[in-house]
């Protein structure tokens, strides 16, 4: 058995927000945009993603928004907002959920989490994803450098 962990950083988000804090800057047109493609991209996975948790930032929300219909549940979570690497993997480990596992959070937390996983140093710029394999069905056994990426994708690439 393994597991796929998508981790995807948010789409392009506006400078400011009307309340001017940052947990409410919203998705600008280059973030549909990128957002539109990410869904493309993963359109081909949708149907075995079973697990799904987003920040519960704006940004955040918005992006799955364009990426997931109403069929799926996605869980918004406050802890995944401006988390660092070990949070955001002490929450994966937390979860001890089988299945694939999708999160959506933000830099530098998803990009620091996705080099240690894989032990390769990797950027993830807004609306990138990875697709990383584990050999275990298990969240609660996804630890640093037990990770085979197995797809890289990006906007840009398109």
Do not use: C, W
Request: overall charge negative; aromatic content about 10%.
């Amino acid at each position: 058995m393994y597991m796929l962990l998508y981790l995807i950083r948010h789409a392009s988000a506006s400078d400011l927000s009307e309340t001017g804090m940052d947990f409410d800057r919203s998705l600008n047109n280059n973030g549909v945009l990128q957002a539109k493609q990410l869904g493309v991209f993963l359109d081909a996975f949708k149907k075995d993603i079973d697990n799904i948790y987003v920040s519960n930032s704006r940004r955040t929300r918005e992006t799955a928004n364009y990426l997931f219909d109403s069929s799926k549940i996605i869980n918004y979570e406050d802890s995944l907002y401006l988390s660092d690497a070990k949070s955001i993997l002490r929450f994966i480990n937390s979860l001890q959920t089988k299945g694939d596992l999708l999160i959506i959070g933000h830099n530098e937390g998803v990009s620091l989490l996705a080099s240690y996983l894989i032990n390769q140093s990797i950027f993830l710029d807004t609306a990138n994803a990875l697709i990383i394999k584990f050999e275990s069905d298990n969240a609660k056994e996804i630890s640093g450098g037990l990770g085979t990426l197995i797809h890289f994708f990006s906007p840009n690439s398109l």
